[in-house]
């Protein structure tokens, strides 16, 4: 069973002559208790291109010290880590390997570095004997895996071990609501001499001054989420070339941005947003599911509306494979909004019109549905068909299917794209408050809020090169978009109730309450319904749409 802690901790350059100041009496700290030494050994993990270590992220196997075992740590935020430990074993833990599947692909994880650490450490305490803080001073011993077994020991083919010392500040316990105490440390060691270390972490500088390769500071998911060389010049190169146009644009390179730039970066983002949370979604971190799973909606829409960019051909077998793991997450997600919507509305209903166990029923059939669309997402996860989605959007940036449009300035094709997407979502409202009322109604309404999703969403795409015109727009249509989400969680919230009513009837319990909470979901749709064409008429003003001209 795997454990997560927060780590908040800074480093530091030492040497030999470097003494600590006393840390006693800065912001909180009333006392500084020697804590002893430790000797740390630890081994560390990474694909032979170093994935992991390009994107901040450590896995090591490490003995002796208070926490012996296997270490993941991966980044929370400036400053921050958080630690996910397994106990000690021969090989990786699944349960600290899965969570960087996203990263690693296909490839194998193998020992990169072995440190060896002898470490003096001191706690900070406040006034009733509470820790704040630790403050170690470690003398480092580093070299490649394998290549040596002690320090000590001459490294081969112009690799060598590396030996350096430095200080770690890592709050603690009550430190971590003292958000002035590690400032307040800094400066402290600054009057004395001691500055940050350059390095982000021991491997980063461990892979350095070993002589292996150092780890670019980029995200290279697959090696080519960064952007940069091979293919993704390429593209670079044809957009300039075919609009023969120069210019201090967006990007770099001197030229001005064109429709392969925009779109491109936002699939890359879109690509590392769903890598990133990865390992949120597989340890149910709140809301992780929802914002991977708006990310493939993203990727799938900039498929099917740009098509002036990528080749239709080529996208819309990965827009399939993006649609299906939008509908595994989804699962979950919907689980999520309507277990939500069920709750709140069942807590609006009075302690007299709830007419038997209602609440105990709900928490059972959520409970219920919630343990089936969990163990749905982590098989998806898990899976070799979303592995293979992965690396097949890796390659599709690698070498992207341009179009002779994606050399055109950005902020045409982006114009385009975002009107076209608006009259499909036009012809569909139109469609909509034209049905008659019911099941047919509410089919159309979903369809339109399915074309409002799409058209927002380029929109946002379209946003770096057309600018507040297309922020304003999305803005807009995403009023409608929620119009219309409210109005589907209505349909399928009242079919949920349908379930719970059936279920309490044939338990005996009786339906009242639930029968309710239906005809109050219908009469919420229906507002919603009434609603609509003044919100659509707000957002469909033709001067948003004449803005986004460029």
Partial sequence: ??????????????????????????????????????????????????????????????????????????????????????????????????????????????????????????????????????????????????????????????????????????????GERAPGLLDEVERALAAVGVHPAAAPSKLARALEETGLRPARPEDRTAAVASGKGGAATRWKNFGEKESGKKGSGRKGAGKKATAGDLVLEYVREQLRVIVELDPAVRRDVPDSVHRMRVATRRLRSAFRSYTKVLDRGVTAPVGGELKWLAAE?????????????????????????????????????????????????????????????????????????????????????????????????????????????????????????????????AAEAARPALGRPAKKFAKRVKRVQQLLGDHQDSVVARGALRELATQAQQAGEGGFTFGLLYGREEARAADRERELPRVWRKASRRKYRAALRP
């Fill in 1 to 174: 069973m795997a454990d997560t802690v927060r780590e908040i901790e800074r480093k530091y350059e030492a040497d030999s002559t470097t003494r600590l100041p006393d840390l006693a009496g800065i912001d909180r700290v009333a006392t500084v208790v020697e804590q002893g030494v430790e000797d740390l050994d630890a081994l560390y993990y990474d694909t032979p291109d170093q994935r992991l270590t390009a994107a901040g992220i450590t896995l090591r196997r490490r003995t002796g010290g208070r926490d012996a075992g296997w270490h993941l740590k991966l980044p929370a935020g400036p400053g921050e880590r958080e630690e996910i430990r397994a106990p000690l074993s021969d090989v990786p833990p699944p349960e600290l390997t899965s969570l960087v599947r996203a990263r690693v692909l296909d490839r194998d994880l193998l020992p990169v570095v072995r440190l060896r650490t002898r470490r003096t450490v001191r706690e900070l305490r406040d006034a009733a004997g509470a820790p704040l803080a630790e403050v170690a001073v470690d003398e480092v011993w580093a070299w490649p895996a394998g290549e040596a077994e002690k320090p000590g020991a001459a490294g081969v083919a112009g690799r060598t071990e590396a030996r350096w010392r430095e200080i770690e500040v890592e709050l603690t316990g009550g």
């Fill in 329 to 457: 997450l989804g699962v979950e997600r919907d689980r999520e909004v309507l277990t939500d919507r069920l709750v709140t509305a069942v807590a609006d209903v009075p302690r007299t019109l709830r007419l038997g166990p209602v609440d105990a029923r709900l928490r059972i059939w959520s409970e219920r549905h919630r343990a089936e669309s969990r163990d749905r997402v982590l098989a998806t996860l898990d899976g070799d068909r979303y592995l293979a989605l992965l690396k097949t959007l890796h390659a599709l940036l690698e070498d992207p299917p341009l179009r002779p449009g994606a050399g055109r300035p950005a902020p045409e094709i982006a114009a385009r794209a975002v009107l076209k997407d608006y009259r499909r979502l036009a012809r569909r409202v139109r469609t909509a408050l034209d049905a008659p009322a019911g099941q047919d109604r509410d089919v159309a309404l979903h369809r339109a809020r399915k074309a409002a999703k799409r058209t927002r969403y």
